[in-house]
């Protein structure tokens, strides 16, 4: 797919965003009010070792919290009506979570909304990788993600910026002398939840397309859990004690998109063409990607 | 007694003799052992390699890291010794020449290609290298597989494929950096159709090239523990007279712990990209980002 993300597809997200807000949040409010499971489930598909199996194309569902959908974690919501934090910002399904905020150190949050200010900034639009959790944490049935599994390792090939994580699964440590947009991932099984430790972060990613950050002191802990045959729960901690205050909470599902669609490509900085909607209109300076 | 006697009785005869003539009879017979068990050896290496299977107990196992030894990313048509890069063969199979039967406006656009090579070379601006050349980019690919699944990562620009199997057709209705892809399998052989593969790419350093009706056709057999053959034969009506094939090794990368990193393009002062190494402190924002942990401008 080309990366468009103009101020169209925010309108059509949004107008998705409202259509499936109603119909959606209360499934997914139970589903999370019910939690993973401590008694293995049989219903879950399975590999020969044993651990649920993950694999399928995935995509990001509507619904439940929808401070995620598009904008930014804080709770501004483009497609709750709000922009540059105007938005209503509640965000979260009737009955379901509230919506995490940002709780930044004053240094960090100057530099936030310095960015707020500069969005043209914002690497992703220059087609860079989006980092770890905004690679799962695109706007919602965009950009479905791939997931490949043996008993070594859990493969994530996201459609967006083609970023993709091989996660080994062999309690293997972080390498030293090593940072990286996505940082480095480790992942293990508890139980039937897959928990992923992500560190090494070159502090060069952003979370969201509204300048909220991250340095290279991020560290993620990231629970991949199979909650039915057709839908993963998503949950990640971010911390990052020069940034932060408090550790950033983020929660939605993956739905298991049908056989008959596929993962298509994604060529961002071989055709880009959204760069320039956010320089104008932000006030940056114009900048031209060959 | 007389059993063992006759057992034995070639052993005396060669070691027990004290006479020239008969130990030179007893060393050619020798010989001959040895030659028999190396013709059946080598014999035995002309059968195609079975590869393991996954859980599944029937898909060929093809999973694991693997790279290319030769240099045919500077020119698929061979190319002469320099920067340090030694002289290397075509691996162009056929035609026999070792040459891209270009037609002749065509073979004029790849001089000009191979003139403007510096700068014009896509891969020189971080895009992906498209197929078959991501395959003979001098970094290492990662194969993932299970069964029903089979996908390569390709460390360059970490660019992705997943293979389809080939019981639904190409989607093929835009141009894609690295193409659609159909796969079957043909006893151990992966047999994988590629279209919709942009006439922006290149197949090496050199400029050579292809236009948008190009067509791939990949062959992935394992001939050992630790090699791949890869051949593809390419065909493409408005740029060369006919179709041609090459054909090259993966190799397993063994060492232990050897894993796929990542690698992102940075840009520098002037807008130009460069791969940067994760484990180059240039990587770090905060080595190159000034502004950052200083009072906030504006």
Redesign the interface.
């Known amino acids: 797919m080309k990366a468009v993300p103009t101020p169209y597809g925010f309108a059509v997200a949004a107008v998705v965003c409202v259509l499936l807000s109603a119909g959606a949040s209360r499934t997914l409010t139970a589903q999370v009010t019910q939690g993973p499971s401590n008694s293995p489930n049989k219903t879950l598909p399975r590999?020969?070792n044993g651990r649920p199996d993950l694999?399928g194309l995935w995509l990001k569902s509507a619904g439940g919290f929808q401070g995620l959908f598009i904008g930014s974690l804080d709770g501004t919501n483009f497609a709750a009506g709000g922009a540059r934090g105007g938005g209503r910002g509640t965000g979260g399904a009737r009955g379901g979570p509230a919506p995490s905020r940002y709780e930044y150190t004053p240094?960090a949050e100057?530099?936030r909304?310095?960015r707020r200010?500069n969005l043209y900034l914002d690497p992703e639009a220059?087609c860079?990788?989006p980092g770890v959790p905004r690679a799962l944490d695109q706007p919602a049935g965009l950009y479905p993600v791939?997931i490949?599994?043996?008993e070594k390792?859990v493969?994530l090939?996201h459609e967006a910026m083609?970023?993709?994580r091989?996660i080994?699964t062999d309690n293997?440590p972080h390498p030293k002398?090593?940072?990286?947009?996505?940082g480095d991932s480790r992942g293990r099984w508890e139980g039937d939840t897959f928990v992923v430790d992500v560190s090494?972060f070159?502090?060069?990613a952003w979370l969201d397309m509204e300048g909220n950050f991250v340095?290279?002191n991020e560290h993620v802990l990231e629970r991949f859990t199979l909650i039915d045959p057709d839908t993963i729960l998503y949950e990640a901690t971010i911390t990052d004690p020069t940034v932060f205050v408090k550790p950033v909470e983020m929660r939605f599902t993956l739905k298991r998109v049908p056989a008959d669609q596929?993962?298509?490509?994604y060529?961002c900085?071989?055709g880009e063409r959204s760069l320039q909607n956010y320089t104008e209109e932000d006030g940056g300076k114009k900048?031209?990607v060959? | 007694m007389k059993n063992r006697f006759l057992m034995a009785a070639p052993y005396r005869a060669c070691t027990r003799s004290a006479r020239v003539l008969r130990q030179a009879f007893c060393s050619i017979v020798a010989a001959g052992i040895v030659a028999a068990f190396v013709l059946t050896g080598g014999a035995q290496t002309q059968k195609p390699f079975t590869p393991a299977r996954l859980w599944d107990g029937k898909t060929p196992d093809f999973r694991g890291i693997w790279q290319v030894r030769d240099t045919a990313y500077v020119n698929i048509e061979g190319h002469p010794g320099e920067r340090g890069i030694a002289a290397a063969r075509s691996i162009i199979v056929d035609p026999a020449d070792g040459k891209i039967p270009y037609k002749p406006q065509a073979l004029a656009q790849r001089q000009e290609n191979y003139r403007n090579r510096a700068t014009a070379d896509p891969s020189s601006k971080c895009y992906q290298a498209g197929v078959p050349r991501a395959t003979y980019v001098p970094t290492p690919l990662q194969i993932l597989q299970s069964p029903g699944n089979f996908a390569i990562v390709y460390q360059d620009n970490h660019a992705f494929r997943v293979f389809h199997p080939d019981t639904r057709p190409h989607f093929d209705a835009t141009d894609w950096w690295m193409g659609d892809t159909r796969y079957r399998w043909q006893g151990d052989t992966l047999v994988a159709d590629v279209v919709a593969l942009t006439d922006q790419l290149w197949l090496d350093q050199a400029g050579n090239f292809h236009s948008t009706e190009f067509h791939v056709v990949e062959r992935y057999r394992m001939t050992g523990v630790d090699t791949i053959e890869y051949e593809a034969r390419t065909e493409d009506p408005v740029v060369y007279t006919k179709p041609w094939t090459l054909r090259t090794i993966l190799y397993r990368v063994t060492q232990p712990g050897a894993r796929i990193i990542e690698d992102e393009c940075l840009e520098d002062a002037n807008g130009v990209r460069h791969h940067i190494s994760p484990s180059d402190p240039k990587n770090l924002l905060k080595s190159d980002y000034s502004r950052w942990k200083k009072p906030a401008q504006k």
């Open positions: 590999l020969p694999q240094e100057a530099e909304n310095y200010r220059r860079h990788l791939q490949i599994q043996d390792y493969a090939l083609h970023d993709v091989i080994p293997s002398n090593y940072w990286a947009w996505d090494n070159n502090g060069r340095d290279e596929q993962i298509l490509e060529s900085l071989e900048v031209r060959k």
